[in-house]
């Protein structure tokens, strides 16, 4: 690997040097019917649900298993001698819940720790806890932060017990430790007196710790992943995810309407990526975090295909169909309709808006071609049919596009996947260009995971993305950008990774249990740039110089001022431009954003040095007597100029990418 990252870092500097480029942007003529939007999507992978953005402390709190993961007692252990069991009660905490923890105590205070996820960050600030318990206590409950290491106890509380013989009773409290501890080798604990029980054991389950969530939501999200996701100003979040959607069978898909409610009917489900998942974030969380942030929700439904490449036949998938709407009617009913009133019942009386379905994930690859061949013959078809006619104003959207080898029939939109070399993405620059109004598309994901020289899946992806990777999806996304019209928005995916997980390698951003560990990859201050200018409209560009090393796109904000987008690629030297703004006159100031990397293109931002290899620089720049700007851009960088006041031209709607010189 090092010998070819080490030839391909030659051949990135073999091109030539460049002239200039002189770019006219004119005033009118360019797409003016939609934003590309940029946004991210989330599935449980690496962690980075249960164990990540979902903001729950305790592992394996509620003993859920499936037939893919057995019951255990991963991640607890025994407090003083205690004698720690998983059983399944005659009466349970709920149907949904049936194991629990049964703790035989040893002599005096005892109980059960548990180790979280990697470790307990702890720090003086109020987390918020629960349990429940089944069985006679008198006396106190004392649940507490300790270290590990050396035992040392940060912070506790005593609860007064109300426990019963026959009833699950539930228990709150409010845990402020009185000082911070020096790492997150933590662990939490309950324990309690052996000499107030009266049958010889207790049952507890559903054992629960959060500290302070965004926004104070209960059961809530990550502060510092939600406020990272943040600055990157998404404006769409595709839920839930990609492969756990669809599930390992036919049996054990995401099941929408067992992710709402109490947590305590709340069953779990397998995961696809290796563990048991607590669904503890579910639709309603999910569609918190896009109220949060504002964003637009895009809802995929499942469709009838597991990832074993089984699926439903034709005369059974009427009932799926059903559950789909039904997912919708709970989502964006009034409170008179059958779902609406659940949801109602829940705390949410206000309908959401959904403005985008997407059928299933991914049907051209997990049991292709019969499985695929299933969904163009008449999966995918017996869902638009529904969903038009029930809910004719939502955008409908195939998992698969005109790219994947399938006729997309109108009025639905395609998703496109791609996960490529960096000179793969170059090269794809232009693929957006030629899409007819039929072929509305979706990125729904990309990310470049494998260095130049091929595409190999049985080999390892990158571990980091790489500022080479980077540049090279800024210019794939430019050329998404350059017909807005077409392309409804683009995610990178996956977005998140536990670093103690890694069935995925290259993620927009890392963490751990220790917040500082959390690590905003080159590609996320890439985006962040792309996502901070938002181009309501585009702006065609007149130019005698072909794309490359230079690629860019000019559009209209919604604020009137005129943005440039721009990234190189390819050269020995940086690229002078000169640029001219149709609708701009001497004396014009605008600012110019410009990121570059280090001088390896595999540079990375490593996680456990926390150095940023991405350098901003910001510069103000005047418009010369000819109202040009003039400026030069590195190689390997990407870069946003943004005019600090408004043009003076009216538009005329037109396809950029039909625009003579593009």
Not at 67 to 96: F, H, I, R
Not at 100 to 119: D, I, R
Not at 265 to 279: E, F, I, K
Not at 293 to 319: C, H, K, Q, R
Request: proline share 5%; charged share 20%.
């Amino acid at each position: 690997m090092r010998l070819l990252q080490s030839a391909v870092a030659s051949a990135l500097a073999l091109a030539s040097s460049c002239s200039a480029v002189d770019l006219f942007v004119r005033g009118s003529g360019g797409n003016t019917t939609t934003t590309m939007m940029y946004g991210i999507m989330h599935e449980d992978i690496n962690n980075s649900g249960d164990g990540g953005i979902y903001a729950e402390l305790i592992q394996n709190r509620a003993f859920q298993a499936t037939e893919e993961y057995p019951v255990s007692l991963d991640a607890w252990s025994a407090v003083n001698g205690a004698k720690l069991s998983v059983k399944q009660l005659g009466k349970p905490l709920s149907t949904a819940l049936p194991n629990s923890l049964n703790v035989v105590p040893g002599s005096g205070k005892s109980g059960f720790a548990n180790s979280g996820f990697w470790g307990i960050d702890v720090k003086v600030q109020r987390y918020t806890g629960s349990f429940y318990v089944k069985g006679s206590y008198s006396g106190r409950f004392t649940a507490s932060l300790q270290s590990n290491l050396t035992g040392e106890t940060f912070g506790a509380v005593d609860i007064v017990s109300r426990s019963v013989s026959d009833e699950w009773v539930q228990h709150e409290f409010t845990l402020v430790p009185r000082k911070a501890a020096p790492n997150s080798n933590n662990t939490f604990a309950i324990t309690f007196d052996a000499s107030g029980t009266k049958n010889g054991s207790l049952d507890f389950n559903l054992i629960s710790l959060f500290p302070p969530t965004y926004k104070n939501r209960p059961n809530g999200m990550r502060v510092d992943l939600m406020e990272a996701i943040a600055e990157l100003n998404p404006k769409f979040f595709r839920l839930p995810g990609g492969n756990m959607l669809e599930g390992l069978t036919t049996k054990t898909w995401w099941k929408w309407n067992e992710t709402i409610g109490p947590l305590k009917d709340r069953p779990g489900m397998a995961g696809v990526w290796g563990y048991q998942l607590t669904t503890g974030l579910g639709l309603v969380e999910y569609m918190q975090w896009c109220d949060d942030l504002n964003m637009e929700p895009i809802v995929a439904v499942w469709d009838g295909l597991a990832l074993d490449g089984t699926f439903i036949a034709e005369a059974d998938l009427g009932p799926y169909i059903q559950s789909a709407l039904d997912e919708l009617e709970f989502l964006t009913g009034d409170v008179h309709t059958k779902w609406g009133a659940v949801r109602a019942s829940l705390g949410h009386p206000k309908p959401w808006t959904v403005k985008y379905v997407e059928i299933g994930n991914e049907d051209w690859l997990a049991g292709r071609p019969t499985a695929y061949d299933s969904y163009k013959e008449y999966r995918f078809q017996m869902f638009l049919d529904a969903f038009t006619k029930k809910y004719p104003k939502i955008q409908v959207i195939a998992s698969p596009s005109v790219f994947d080898d399938m006729v997309i029939p109108a009025p639905a939109a395609g998703d496109s996947h791609s996960y490529l070399t960096p000179d793969g993405f170059v090269q794809a620059f232009g693929m957006f260009d030629h899409l007819t109004k039929g072929n509305l598309t979706l990125i729904g994901e990309y990310a470049a995971v494998h260095p130049n020289g091929g595409i190999d899946w049985s080999g390892d992806l990158q571990p980091w993305p790489w500022w080479g990777g980077a540049v090279s999806e800024a210019i794939f996304l430019i050329g998404a950008e350059r017909n807005s019209d077409r392309v409804i928005g683009a995610t990178y995916a996956p977005g998140l990774k536990n670093l103690n997980r890694w069935q995925w390698a290259v993620t927009l951003m890392q963490h751990a249990a220790d917040p500082a560990l959390t690590t905003r990859s080159v590609s996320w201050y890439m985006l962040r740039l792309m996502g901070k200018h938002v181009i309501t409209e585009t702006l065609p560009v007149a130019t005698d110089a072909n794309f490359g090393p230079l690629y860019y796109v000019a559009g209209n904000s919604d604020k009137g001022t005129t943005i440039l987008k721009a990234a190189v690629y390819n050269t020995t030297a940086p690229v002078p431009v000169s640029l001219q703004l149709e609708c701009y006159k001497k004396g014009t100031t605008a600012t110019l954003t410009v990121l570059t990397g280090p001088q390896n293109p595999y540079g990375y931002n490593d996680p456990w040095t926390q150095a940023n290899v991405v350098k901003e620089t910001t510069t103000t720049l005047k418009a010369d007597d000819n109202g040009t700007f003039s400026f030069s851009l590195p190689q390997l960088s990407v870069a946003v100029l943004e005019t600090s006041g408004k043009g003076k031209c009216k538009s005329k709607k037109m396809r950029m990418a039909d625009v003579e010189n593009q």
